[in-house]
């Protein structure tokens, strides 16, 4: 069956520091992996999508990036955080071609202090 | 065109009752809407899906409608538990093979649903 790992599950960061959440997933290949964000324990809105190795797609500009580094890893980073990146980040992945449902993490609490 | 509307922001129910989420969608590209349940401090879990070839689909306590016509669908769960207590969000998705839309979801803005005892 498949699985998706995500950590660390919270995170402390001073302003300014570099952030780096990976998210992993097993028992599939050739995933469609995505980064999301959740604001205030509501709405989820996606940051980053990827169909492969090496291509990410940002929905919207932040000061955050995404890399994917192998076919099942997709990792968040930023090199500066700001006080507004704090937040709740959800990896999810989901089947190319396949069951179009995203399945999702357990979540990285972000607090930016 | 890509939002997705839910409503109530919140409900509450007493433990037996029916619980009734609704959305509403305008992009009539989307052809597959997943419900998704989260508890505190957890990702969200898919919990049912329908395609709008079909007004209904049941699968235990929890039943989608859909009324492809006026481009609305809602989530039913019938005999509220205390343990249905959680954040409910609808989305859609432009599923069908040659669209790129990735499997990308548009999620509603979440019911928070509390079920009294």
């Known amino acids: 069956s498949q699985t998706i790992h995500q950590w660390p599950a919270t995170l402390v960061q001073p302003v300014g520091s570099p952030l780096s959440l990976e998210c992993t997933v097993e028992?599939?290949?050739?995933?469609?992996l995505y980064w999301y964000r959740q604001a205030a324990g509501r709405g989820l809105q996606l940051l980053f999508y990827?169909?492969?190795?090496?291509?990410i797609s940002s929905e919207v500009p932040q000061n955050l990036s995404a890399s994917r580094p192998q076919d099942r890893q997709f990792i968040l980073s930023s090199k500066k955080l700001l006080l507004s990146d704090s937040g709740f980040y959800l990896c999810?992945?989901?089947?190319?071609?396949?069951?179009?449902?995203?399945?999702f993490g357990q979540g990285t609490r972000l607090t930016v202090v | 065109q890509q939002q997705v509307k839910q409503s109530p922001q919140s409900l509450i129910v007493q433990k037996g009752g029916i619980s009734i989420i609704n959305c509403a969608y305008e992009?009539?590209?989307?052809?597959?809407f997943p419900w998704y349940q989260q508890f505190p401090g957890k990702g969200p879990a898919l919990l049912i899906a329908?395609?709008?070839?079909?007004s209904e689909k049941k699968e235990g306590r929890f039943t989608i409608s859909f009324n492809k016509s006026a481009k609305q669908f809602s989530l039913h769960i019938m005999d509220s538990q205390p343990g249905d207590s959680a954040t409910y969000f609808c989305?859609?998705?432009?599923?069908?093979?040659?669209?790129?839309?990735?499997?990308?979801?548009?999620f509603g803005q979440g019911t928070i649903l509390t079920v009294h005892p």
């Open positions: 990827s169909v492969g190795i090496g291509q």
């Open positions: 999810a992945w989901s089947v190319r071609g396949g069951v179009p449902e995203a399945f």
């Open positions: 028992g599939t290949s050739n995933p469609n």
């Open positions: 989305a859609a998705i432009v599923a069908r093979a040659g669209g790129t839309s990735y499997g990308k979801l548009t």
């Open positions: 992009n009539t590209a989307f052809d597959y």
């Open positions: 329908i395609r709008p070839d079909v």
